[in-house]
């Protein structure tokens, strides 16, 4: 399991790299930070985003 980058993260979930990047930041989005300081390198891992898409999507009437 290799880890993705925001633009990667970013087309899989139909998103926008700001947006993927802002979201890590702010600890909405399970992302891993790789660096010190402001200029971090963000990582996403495919199975934490699966789920938290889970999470933010209601798809208990869909079963």
Known sequence: ???MTP??????????VKTIT???RQGYL???PLGEGKRKFW????????????AKTNVQ???
Not at 7 to 13: F, P, T
Not at 43 to 54: G, I, M, P, Q, S
């Open 1 to 3: 399991m290799r880890p």
């Open 30 to 32: 399970p992302a891993h």
């Open 7 to 16: 633009r990667a993260a970013a087309q899989y979930l139909g998103l926008d």
């Open 43 to 54: 990582r996403f891992l495919e199975h934490e985003l699966a789920e938290w898409l889970v």
């Open 22 to 24: 802002r979201w890590a």
């Open 61 to 63: 009437g869909l079963a």
